[in-house]
């Protein structure tokens, strides 16, 4: 079992980075406009589903794109964050948070860098 989602990581995987860049643009393009020209042919129910199911799928591969790019963010900041003596080591991991001590945290910083411009 655990092959099975490895494998299908891997797809997901290759299918949002090919989505996220032009070329998966224009294919998704095309496909619209295919989908639009089988409507008048009778096909608009099968039209529909296609791109009901294609929306679904493509919405979820947003979404892993995004997270792998939120989090190779976030681990750069985090090296960032340690390699610096002067920053505040206890924000690193502050995206595994819960949002009200995130918020808490981000007006601390706030008030911090305000103090500092004001000298």
């Given at each position: 079992?655990m092959?099975?989602g490895?494998a299908?990581n891997?797809?997901?995987?290759?299918?949002?980075?090919?989505?996220?860049?032009?070329p998966?643009?224009?294919?998704?393009?095309?496909a619209?406009?295919?989908?639009?020209?089988?409507?008048?042919?009778?096909?608009?129910?099968?039209?529909?589903?296609?791109?009901s199911?294609?929306a679904?799928?493509?919405?979820?591969v947003v979404?892993i794109?995004?997270y792998r790019?939120?989090?190779?963010?976030?681990?750069?900041l985090?090296e960032i964050?340690?390699?610096l003596?002067e920053?505040h080591?206890?924000?690193?991991?502050?995206?595994?948070e819960?949002?009200?001590k995130?918020e808490?945290?981000?007006a601390?910083?706030?008030?911090e860098?305000q103090?500092q411009t004001?000298?």
């Amino acid at each position: 079992m655990m092959r099975l989602g490895a494998a299908m990581n891997a797809v997901l995987v290759k299918m949002a980075d090919y989505l996220s860049r032009p070329p998966g643009f224009y294919s998704v393009l095309f496909a619209m406009v295919v989908s639009t020209l089988l409507v008048p042919l009778g096909w608009t129910e099968v039209v529909t589903y296609v791109l009901s199911v294609a929306a679904i799928v493509i919405t979820g591969v947003v979404l892993i794109q995004g997270y792998r790019d939120t989090s190779a963010i976030h681990a750069k900041l985090d090296e960032i964050i340690l390699a610096l003596k002067e920053t505040h080591n206890d924000v690193v991991g502050l995206e595994h948070e819960e949002p009200s001590k995130i918020e808490r945290k981000l007006a601390e910083i706030e008030r911090e860098a305000q103090r500092q411009t004001d000298r």
